[in-house]
């Protein structure tokens, strides 16, 4: 089974802190997403990469930087925390090409900022 | 302009009945479908491919279709346990940063 696991289920953080939040995948894949999740606008993509020490942005980067050191690991940073970044992170993993395309996501961090 | 709309909701359905969802695309070379179930408080999980020759999965039928530009998702039979939000999703082509959600359509069955 694969398992995405997430730092913290819960956060509440302060405006202008630095939030770290980790993601960790068993199953070898390249590919790692984060994504947060708003009510009316669905699952918006922040960053991804296809392999260690790669990122690319995606739809909404700004406000946000990504670390991939190992290859199970992606961390998601809030360099100064605002509360328009207030949000559901979902961090998923995937292999890497077409095909099917599975993405495995892990449980998510609903993160508040104050 | 959304890459992939779909119609919020709620769908508040009695057990037993059939209920279908739909989900337009914008980019005519979308390459890959998929339908993702979202569980209250849960991640999204997947819950289909969506084929072109259209695929059944016990209760659940997937479809697309092509030239209008959508898919669909059929659950029949529904039970009390098919209450989620389901998530369509596009790949326009290869690579991570094409690949859309759509909003979600939230079904409720009710006893």
């Known amino acids: 089974d694969v398992k995405v696991t997430q730092s913290s289920r819960y956060l509440v953080k302060r405006t202008g802190e630095k939030v770290f939040l980790e993601c960790v995948q068993d199953?070898?894949?390249?590919?790692m997403f984060w994504y947060r999740q708003d009510p009316g606008l669905g699952l918006r993509l922040i960053y991804f990469s296809y392999d260690v020490k790669m990122k690319e942005k995606g739809d909404i980067p700004e406000g946000y930087s990504v670390s991939r050191e190992k290859k199970e690991r992606f961390s998601l940073i809030l360099e100064s925390a605002s509360t328009n970044q207030t949000s559901m992170y979902l961090c998923?993993?995937?292999?890497?090409?077409?095909?099917?395309?599975?993405?495995?996501f892990g449980p998510g961090t609903r993160l508040t900022v104050t | 302009r959304k890459e992939v709309e779909q119609d919020p909701g709620p769908f508040n359905v009695p057990e037993g009945a059939t209920v279908a969802f739909n989900c337009t695309y914008s980019?005519?070379?979308?390459?890959?479908f998929f339908w993702y179930r979202q569980d209250c408080r849960k991640e999204p999980k997947l819950l289909m491919s969506?084929?072109?020759s259209g695929n059944e999965d016990g209760r659940f039928t997937a479809q697309l279709n092509r030239a209008s530009q959508y898919i669909s998702l059929l659950i029949r039979d529904s039970k009390l346990s098919d209450s989620a939000t389901y998530l369509c999703v596009v790949i326009e082509q290869t690579g991570a940063n094409n690949l859309f959600f759509g909003t979600g359509t939230r079904l409720t069955v009710i006893p």
């Open positions: 980019n005519s070379a979308s390459q890959s």
């Open positions: 998923a993993s995937s292999f890497p090409g077409t095909g099917t395309y599975e993405q495995y």
């Open positions: 969506v084929y072109s």
């Open positions: 199953m070898d894949h390249e590919n």
